[in-house]
């Protein structure tokens, strides 16, 4: 089992900025990790995602606002999101996948809410 700890959700203005931080308790240099999102009556979208090499993808919507990041030694993912927009808030959830070990996990769910 794994588990995945989120931090750093909170309310913000409209083009402020957080960071949210997610500590995996094991398997996360080898796993590639993702952030999601979701709001209420809709289905969880993929945020952004970074492979064990460091590969990072995003979900046009935050291309160029949103960064993933990750430190293998402190087995933790990070989204630095910048000039917020209101259609950012929602709950954004930690991910983890690991294909050989067919592990998948997911975190708690911090909330992230931009007032306009």
């Known amino acids: 089992q794994v588990q995945l700890v989120e931090s750093g959700g909170g309310l913000v203005q409209a083009g402020g900025s957080l960071r949210l931080s997610c500590a995996a308790s094991?398997?996360?240099?080898?796993?590639?990790m993702a952030w999601y999102r979701q709001t209420p009556g809709k289905q969880r979208e993929l945020v952004a995602s970074?492979?064990?090499?460091?590969?990072?993808e995003y979900v046009d919507s935050v291309k160029g606002r949103f960064t993933i990041s990750r430190d293998n030694a402190k087995q933790t993912v990070y989204l630095q999101m910048n000039s917020l927009k209101s259609e950012d808030t929602a709950v954004y959830y930690c991910?983890?996948?690991?294909?050989?070990?067919?592990?998948?996990?997911w975190g708690q769910g911090t909330q992230v809410t931009v007032s306009s």
């Open positions: 991910h983890l996948e690991h294909r050989s070990l067919l592990l998948n996990a």
């Open positions: 970074i492979t064990s090499g460091g590969s990072p």
């Open positions: 094991r398997f996360f240099s080898t796993s590639t």
